[in-house]
């Protein structure tokens, strides 16, 4: 017993640093994504691994990443400091194409003269977003500027080629997304080149190829010759986050479904803090509470159970964050933990009204506490059973805040089961040949002799 509290007392110090804090204790993102049309769950799981990689190259710790029935995910981001950002990146479609652009048709547009509901059935009418020198996006009565690029519906080739894709710059030192290609990629990006440089060559036509992400033609370079070796830039003055957002989302590939996001909520840290602080101080008050109240009604036998309290507690806490499989701490995981010191206490009242009235039908001390341990393990086992039964169908029924609910609340019943059956009752035989533990006054207890003189 003596070496399992030295081992907790090892796993938790310093508390601060072995906790890991949910969500709504520092702060974060909570969004829940939802795919469009009809999905398998093949398409799920690749769309759940595409979500996890773009959270991990963000650098957040500790994301909880789930598939929630057929077509949701749920994501979780504590911490995350910029949660706009994140928000666009893990929902991201990541599609990208090289599709020609029709610069007959798109001077009409610009003109005026054609109207998009006239654009031929092979072709599509996209935009450009319009950039300062800065690589900012202009805005223009609060909506954003965008330029028409009417291209071939059908691409010259897509992002299934692409091999990688970096930050570099170009030489104006402006940031700009290098991609390369893998070997088929790079030979498929080399025919398409030279076809759009032969074309502008015999009919004296510029020719430009659009490079599309998600619908959004991010720059339309102008095809004059070949291009070998198989890398390629997306340029256009953009900014140095925005390239690195672009980086990211071609790195961990396509998603393969469109997602929509149905639920979003976002925590303060400020709030998380705040949470975390009254979750504390509730804690704090109700161990008191209930220590206070044990010592007054029980006497020496309160401040065993106090004691047996705190060894509890260091344990259930140890429990929480092993270094091997660490829970993460929320609200109504400390809803529960709270819970847990009642039904603590609970195990050791049931032993103690048992040992008083072993004595107060004439046994020893020790004798009493034998028989009381005996007679009230049975009552402890039972109501602890049906207490983890329903916290198990808790946690198999419900969402991940009230699954940390559920989850403290187990360990804490198993573990409070485990110090008032084995460290009270070593603390009782221990104290039980004392001289001052055997006077029941002292431990709250009134004989039928004392009643009867009362």
Not at 149 to 177: C, E, H, I, W
Request: aromatic share 6%; net charge neutral.
């Amino acid at each position: 017993m003596v070496v399992l509290l030295g081992v907790s007392v090892f796993i938790i110090y310093p508390p601060a640093k072995k906790t890991k804090l949910g969500l709504d204790l520092q702060g974060g993102l909570e969004v829940t994504l939802q795919a469009k049309g009809n999905v398998t769950s093949d398409q799920m799981n690749q769309a759940e691994m595409v979500i996890r990689n773009r959270v991990d190259k963000l650098g957040i710790s500790e994301p909880s990443i789930s598939t929630e029935g057929k077509n949701e995910i749920s994501v979780a981001l504590p911490g995350v400091k910029n949660q706009a950002q994140a928000l666009a990146l893990i929902g991201k479609t990541a599609q990208l194409t090289f599709q020609r652009v029709d610069l007959n048709l798109t001077s009409q547009v610009l003109a005026g003269t054609l109207t998009p509901d006239k654009i031929p059935a092979d072709k599509q009418l996209l935009f450009q977003p319009v950039r300062d020198s800065n690589g900012n996006i202009q805005k223009k009565n609060g909506k954003e500027e965008e330029t028409p690029v009417v291209v071939d519906k059908t691409p010259l080739m897509t992002g299934g080629a692409l091999d990688n894709a970096s930050v570099g710059y170009d030489s104006f030192n402006r940031p700009q997304v290098n991609m390369s290609f893998n070997s088929k990629g790079a030979q498929q990006f080399a025919d398409v080149t030279d076809k759009l440089a032969t074309e502008g060559a015999i009919t004296g036509q510029t020719q430009q190829m659009a490079i599309v992400l998600d619908g959004e033609v991010e720059s339309a370079p102008t095809v004059k010759d070949k291009i070998t070796g198989g890398q390629a830039e997306i340029t256009g003055n953009m900014s140095l986050q925005e390239v690195q957002n672009t980086v990211l989302v071609l790195q961990t590939g396509a998603l393969p479904v469109t997602l929509q996001t149905i639920q979003k909520q976002e925590v303060s840290a400020t709030l998380g803090a705040a949470s975390l602080r009254q979750g504390l101080i509730a804690g704090a008050v109700g161990l008191a509470i209930v220590m206070a109240f044990l010592i007054f009604y029980y006497r020496l036998l309160g401040v065993v159970a106090d004691l047996a309290l705190i060894i509890y507690g260091i344990m259930f806490y140890a429990a929480l964050t092993n270094p091997w499989h660490p829970a993460t701490l929320t609200l109504p995981g400390i809803a529960g933990m709270v819970l847990t010191v009642g039904v603590a206490a609970d195990a050791n009242v049931v032993i103690f009204e048992r040992i008083k009235e072993e004595v107060r039908l004439g046994k020893t001390i020790r004798s009493a506490v034998n028989s009381g341990y005996s007679k009230g393990f049975k009552t402890i086992l039972d109501a602890n059973a049906v207490t983890i039964i329903t916290a198990l169908i808790i946690f198999s029924l419900a969402t991940a805040g009230v699954k940390g609910f559920a989850l403290t609340l187990i360990i804490g019943v198993v573990i409070s089961m485990f110090t008032a059956i084995v460290a009270t009752r070593a603390m009782l035989g221990l104290l039980a040949n004392m001289r001052i533990f055997n006077s029941p006054a002292l431990m709250g207890i009134k004989t039928r002799k004392a009643e009867a003189e009362a």
